[in-house]
Structures are given as structure tokens and as C-alpha cells.
């Protein structure tokens, strides 16, 4: 199993919709977790943390599932600009490295 | 403000030149520092990683090394590179407080290309 893994997508979605992302993770003692957001040929940007309560920022809302092992990321009332790969983010074990899953990607139309 | 950078941009390099990458980051100390390939259309694969100066963990063998010179000083290198180190690598750094990491910021990027 890998250690973070994602739908790959794409997303193809009307303009104004609301789109779910969902992101599971291997490792339980896992703590830090984020969502990352990557457009064509730049380098991945912290879009949010993600904290066991849940948090939003905007139309932007991630959840963590502890007991089962995965996080989520929901987009509501979808913009153009929001068309990019979203990265979901894992800190292993408490430990000092990050792990990236590959990826999903999200394109929004008229 | 913490920021970080990384050069060059853009690289052409024939098969079996070497290859050195330079990362710096301004602004903090003691950060966690990572490399990481991205080949095109995929995800991002760690390649190294050090939480300090001479400390370096490898994640996939290969033909490439990091070095840590300085605190905030990261270097990929490799002897010999093959067509298969093309890729987009980015170098990141990221905080370890308590139980937990803070979020990893990028740097722009280096477009390798091997010909």
C-alpha cells in the first residue's frame, strides 16, 4: 500500500459546482497533514492545513479521518482558477519527512 | 520572512555531465531540508532529505547525492547524469516542531532536461 495515495482525476467540472477530494494515508501515528495546490509547471503552494477538528478557509474546507485514515478537501461554488493538482500532504510518523501523494487533478469549465 | 532559492531554472545537460543544484534558504535556522523529483505528468518523489548540517537520508537509490554543507545550504549532485534524471526537482523546505512538521515551502524549481 502506498504511504499516500489519491484519485489521480482529473475533475472535469461545470463552473459553480462543488467538488470532493479525498486522500488516505498508511501510516496511524501520522500527525501534520496538508493540501497543496500545483499549477502547470510551478512549484507546489500550501493551500491548507489540515487540523483534526476540520477546518475552512473560504469556499475551501478539509477534514481528517483518523480512524480512517484519510483526509479530504472540498471546493465549493468552483472558479476557473481553481483548476490546478491538488497534492495531499502526510508527515510520517511524527518524524521529519513529508510525503506527497501524486496528485489530483482538477479542471473547472464554463 | 523566510524565503528560499534555488538556481538555475532551467538546465540542458548532455548524458554523463555532471550536475550540481544549489538551494538556500534565507530567514530561518535549523530547517528541515528536502529534494524532490517530479517527472512530467507525475507526482513528486522524495529523493533526499536532512535535518542538519552533514545529515543526509536517501530515499531512492540512484545516481544522484545531496550534500549539506551549511545550515541553510542544499546541494544535488550527480557525476554522471542519464536520461532519466530529466525531471522537474525542487527543493523545499520545512520546520519540525514538537510532534509534527510545519508545512514545506518550495522553492521555483529547476527544469532539468538530459539530452
Known amino acids: 500500500r502506498k504511504e499516500v495515495e489519491q484519485d489521480p482525476g482529473p475533475f472535469n467540472v461545470p463552473e459553480g459546482a462543488t467538488v470532493a477530494f479525498n486522500c488516505t494515508y498508511s501510516n496511524s501515528a501520522s500527525q501534520s497533514f496538508f493540501w497543496y495546490r500545483q499549477d502547470c509547471r510551478k512549484e507546489p503552494k500550501l493551500l491548507m492545513s489540515v487540523y483534526s477538528s476540520g477546518n475552512e478557509d473560504g469556499r475551501f474546507t478539509a477534514q481528517l479521518n483518523r480512524a480512517s485514515q484519510y483526509i479530504s478537501l472540498l471546493i465549493r461554488d468552483s472558479k476557473l482558477s481553481d483548476s490546478a493538482t491538488y497534492l495531499c500532504v502526510v508527515n510520517k510518523g511524527g518524524g521529519n519527512k513529508l510525503t506527497f501523494g501524486t496528485g489530483t487533478q482538477l479542471k473547472v469549465e464554463l | 520572512s523566510q524565503t528560499i532559492h534555488q538556481w538555475p531554472a532551467t538546465l540542458v545537460q548532455p548524458v554523463g555531465s555532471p550536475l550540481s543544484l544549489e538551494c538556500t534558504v534565507e530567514g530561518t535556522s535549523n530547517p528541515n531540508l528536502y529534494w524532490y523529483r517530479q517527472a512530467a505528468g507525475r507526482g513528486l518523489q522524495l529523493l533526499f532529505y536532512?535535518?542538519?548540517?552533514?545529515?543526509i537520508s536517501s530515499e531512492v537509490p540512484q545516481n544522484l547525492s545531496a550534500s549539506r554543507p551549511q545550515d541553510r545550504q542544499f546541494i544535488l549532485s550527480s557525476k554522471k547524469l542519464l536520461l532519466s534524471d530529466s525531471g522537474f526537482y525542487l527543493c523545499?523546505?520545512?520546520?519540525?516542531?514538537?510532534?509534527?512538521?510545519?508545512?514545506?515551502?518550495f522553492g521555483q524549481g529547476t527544469r532539468l532536461t538530459v539530452v
Open positions: 523545499a523546505w520545512s520546520s519540525f516542531q514538537g510532534a509534527g512538521n510545519t508545512e514545506a515551502f
Open positions: 536532512s535535518v542538519g548540517i552533514g545529515q
